[in-house]
C-alpha cells in the first residue's frame, strides 16, 4: 500500500504513516527496508497488517534520460511544474489537512460523524471544550423543540409529564455517548494517560451527576503534552 510519513521520531525509531486507505499505521525502525531515509511528508510503499506498517520503503523519483529531460522541461508549463512537484497527501491529510483549525463548531460536527468511535490518537483542549460548548447548545436546542411539540399536543396545560421533551433529550443523549466516551478517551491519551481512565470517569459522573462539572473542568484544563507519545504526534496548533 502507499502512504505518506505523518511523523517520524529518529532518536526514539518508531512512527506513524497515513495509507492510501485513510488508516494511521504505526512503524518502528526496524521495519524500514535498508538504507531506506525516511523524513515526515515521504511518500512510501509498505505492507500493512493489524494497524501496523510492515517493509517500509521510500519512493524515489525516477531519473529522466537526458533525451526527454529536456523536451519535457520545456513544454510543461510553470503552473503544471509546480502542481507534480508538490507532495502528495493520502488520507486525514487529504480529506481536511492536519494543518487546517476548523474551529469550535467542527469540532463538534467531527466528533458525532468521523470521530463517532474514535477512541485512538488524542484530542487538544480546544476540540474537547469545542464539543463541550456545541453539544451543550445542541442539547438545549433539542429540549426547547421537545418543550413546543408538548406544548403543541397540550401536555403541560393538562399537566401531564413533558413526554416528548422527555424523549427527545434521552434519544440525543444516548446518540452523542459514544462520541462522549470517544472524545475523553483521546483528551486522556493527551495528557499521556491510558484511555481505560474514561470508565471511572463515567461511573462517577452517572453515581454523582454534579461531580460532571468537575470533572470536566480538570480535564480540560490539563496541557497537553508538548510531545509525541504513544498515542501519537501532537495535535497540531496545539499552543504548549
Known amino acids: 500500500m502507499r502512504g505518506e510519513v505523518l511523523h517520524y ?25 535498508r538504507d531506506t531515509v525516511i523524513a515526515n511528508g515521504v511518500v512510501v510503499e509498505f505492507l500493512p497488517a493489524s494497524g501496523q506498517a510492515r517493509d517500509v520503503f ?15 522541461a520545456s513544454a510543461a508549463p510553470p503552473k503544471a511544474a509546480a502542481a507534480s512537484a508538490a507532495p502528495q497527501h493520502f ?5 481536511d489537512g492536519a494543518v487546517r483549525d476548523s474551529g ?28 463541550c460548548l456545541f453539544w451543550t447548545v ?4 433539542v429540549g426547547i423543540a ?13 399537566g401531564n409529564w413533558p413526554i416528548v421533551m422527555i424523549g427527545v433529550w434521552g434519544l440525543f443523549w444516548l446518540a452523542t455517548f ?12 493527551d495528557i499521556g494517560l491510558t484511555g481505560w481512565l474514561a470508565i471511572p470517569y463515567f461511573a462517577i459522573t452517572f453515581m454523582f451527576a454534579p461531580a460532571t462539572l468537575i470533572l470536566a473542568l480538570i480535564l480540560g484544563l490539563i496541557p497537553t503534552q508538548a510531545h509525541e507519545n504513544q498515542w501519537g504526534p501532537v495535535p497540531h496548533s496545539v499552543a504548549v
Open 178 to 189: 459514544l462520541p462522549w466516551v470517544g472524545l475523553v478517551v483521546r483528551r486522556l491519551h
Open 91 to 95: 488520507g486525514r491529510l487529504a480529506e
Open 9 to 33: 521520531d529518529e532518536a526514539q525509531g518508531f512512527g506513524f504513516i497515513t495509507g492510501a486507505d485513510g488508516n494511521r499505521y504505526t512503524f518502528a525502525r526496524e521495519d524500514l527496508r
Open 58 to 72: 521510500s519512493i524515489r523519483a525516477q531519473p529522466a534520460s537526458p533525451a526527454t529531460a529536456a523536451p519535457a
Open 146 to 158: 421537545g418543550a413546543l411539540a408538548d406544548q403543541a399536543v397540550g401536555n403541560f396545560d393538562a
Open 104 to 131: 469550535l463548531p467542527g469540532y463538534f460536527w467531527r466528533g458525532v460523524t468521523r470521530n463517532y468511535i474514535n477512541f485512538a490518537e488524542r484530542a487538544r483542549r480546544k476540540e474537547f471544550w469545542g464539543y
Open 138 to 141: 445542541s442539547f438545549i436546542l
